[in-house]
Every structure is written in C-alpha cells, then in structure tokens.
C-alpha cells in the first residue's frame, strides 16, 4: 500500500506490567459526582452526556516520571480534572449493565484538562465546546492497570493536588452513574471497541491552573499521576 502521507503512529499508554494499551477513541462523562455538578450549576441524578477528545489529545505519563504539558493557546483560564479512566478491553453494543464489568480491561488515572473560558464561550452561544475540551496534550493519563491485579474499582479516595495544596478529593463510591451504568448508557450510543478510554468524571474542586504550577493525582489502588505545567 502507497500512502501520500505517512500514516501517524498508533498512540499507545503504557501498562503497569510492561505492555502497552492500544488506544482507539477517547469519551468523557460530563457532570458525574454531584458536588461538581453543584460547582457546574446542576444538581440531581440527570441522565448522562458523553464528548470525546481525540487520541492524539492523550499525554502519555509513565509511572514514576513527571509529565509535562504546555499551556494551551487561546486560554487564560486553564482547568484540571482529575478523573479514573476505564481502559475496555472488550467491546460491544447495547451492553447491558450486569454484563458491562466483563469489558473493562483495566483502570488508570487521567486528567481532562479544560480551556473553561472557551468552553464557557461556547455554552453561551450554544455551540459545541470542543476548542475547550479536546485540544493538544487535555487528556494526561498514567499507566494502565489490569482489572486482573486491581480488582473492581468501584470506591476508593481521589485526590488532585496543585504544588502541595489539595484542590480536588472525593470518592469512586460517590460517582452519580456507575462505571457499569456509563458503560451501558455509551454502548447504546456508540459501538465500543477494545481501545477505548473512559473519562468517567471528575470531583468538586476544579479550578484553574497556571504555568509552572504542578498537579499531583491520586487514586487509590492505581498510585499517583504527576503533571507540570510549563
């Protein structure tokens, strides 16, 4: 086969035994602990929303090393989000809730990181907010770990810590929509494949971040994923 372009390079995360996870699509869950929800100016167990950033927007962190991101253009008002990823390892339609456990490959820590001011921008025009969701280096994320060592990941502490100082803490137990319910609700809408990434929420605490700054992320289980600003 004759490619005019040469073809990008197939974005891998690295696995906590020494393999790598190919990565396919990337989705986040909107709004999915409800003291962030407050934050964000909705309350309640409304029904889950999904966007999605491209692979490439994913920031590689191997474990025990400190990634660096640049601050994005167009934004001064730069977010963190810590969030657990759920990595599916097998995929599916129309998957039903009690099933959705057997698709999940295995977990990592991840960061959707948010240009708020464009995002905000678009919400008041009424436009899709990728320009704030899905540029260049917004999905920082550390090794994978497998369901098989880790078990369930279904409570456990999330932290997210900028130069010492706590910002974000909750709880796995305290997301709105299950991992198994955000894996039914995206099968009904998408095809998933293994590959795929889920973004599955952040706690209350976001806010911004500024350059030479760095956040420490924590969940339990999973270790720390450490992220400079430069």
């Given at each position: 086969?004759?490619?005019?372009?040469?073809?990008?390079?197939?974005?891998?995360?690295?696995?906590?035994?020494?393999?790598?996870?190919?990565?396919?699509?990337?989705?986040?869950?909107?709004?999915?602990?409800?003291?962030?929800?407050?934050?964000?100016?909705?309350?309640?167990?409304?029904?889950?929303?999904?966007?999605?950033?491209?692979?490439?927007?994913?920031?590689?962190?191997?474990?025990?090393?400190?990634?660096?991101?640049?601050?994005?253009?167009?934004?001064?008002?730069?977010?963190?989000?810590?969030?657990?990823?759920?990595?599916?390892?097998?995929?599916?339609?129309?998957?039903?809730?009690?099933?959705?456990?057997?698709?999940?490959?295995?977990?990592?820590?991840?960061?959707?990181?948010?240009?708020?001011?464009?995002?905000?921008?678009?919400?008041?025009?009424?436009?899709p907010w990728c320009i704030g969701?899905?540029?260049?280096?917004?999905?920082?994320?550390?090794?994978?770990?497998?369901i098989a060592r880790t078990g369930?990941?279904?409570?456990?502490?999330?932290?997210?810590?900028v130069d010492g100082q706590l910002?974000?803490?909750?709880?796995?137990?305290?997301?709105?929509?299950?991992?198994?319910?955000?894996?039914?609700?995206?099968?009904?809408?998408?095809?998933?494949?293994?590959?795929?990434?889920?973004?599955?929420?952040?706690?209350?605490?976001?806010?911004?971040?500024?350059?030479?700054?760095?956040?420490?992320?924590?969940?339990?289980?999973?270790?720390?994923?450490?992220?400079?600003?430069?």
């Amino acid at each position: 086969m004759s490619f005019v372009l040469t073809p990008p390079a197939q974005v891998v995360v690295p696995v906590s035994d020494g393999r790598s996870f190919p990565v396919h699509r990337v989705y986040c869950v909107g709004r999915n602990y409800v003291e962030h929800a407050k934050e964000m100016g909705h309350t309640g167990r409304e029904p889950p929303f999904f966007f999605l950033k491209p692979a490439d927007a994913v920031l590689v962190v191997p474990e025990g090393a400190t990634g660096e991101m640049a601050y994005p253009s167009q934004t001064a008002n730069l977010h963190h989000e810590v969030e657990l990823v759920v990595a599916i390892g097998r995929g599916g339609r129309d998957i039903p809730v009690a099933e959705a456990s057997q698709h999940v490959w295995g977990y990592a820590i991840g960061l959707d990181m948010t240009r708020r001011d464009l995002q905000n921008d678009m919400k008041k025009q009424g436009r899709p907010w990728c320009i704030g969701k899905a540029f260049e280096q917004s999905a920082p994320i550390g090794p994978v770990h497998p369901i098989a060592r880790t078990g369930r990941l279904d409570k456990g502490a999330i932290t997210l810590h900028v130069d010492g100082q706590l910002r974000q803490k909750g709880d796995l137990s305290e997301l709105i929509w299950s991992v198994d319910e955000i894996i039914a609700h995206l099968s009904s809408a998408w095809l998933l494949q293994p590959g795929d990434l889920i973004f599955s929420g952040t706690p209350a605490g976001v806010g911004a971040v500024q350059r030479g700054e760095l956040m420490e992320c924590a969940i339990d289980g999973l270790g720390k994923l450490r992220v400079a600003v430069r």
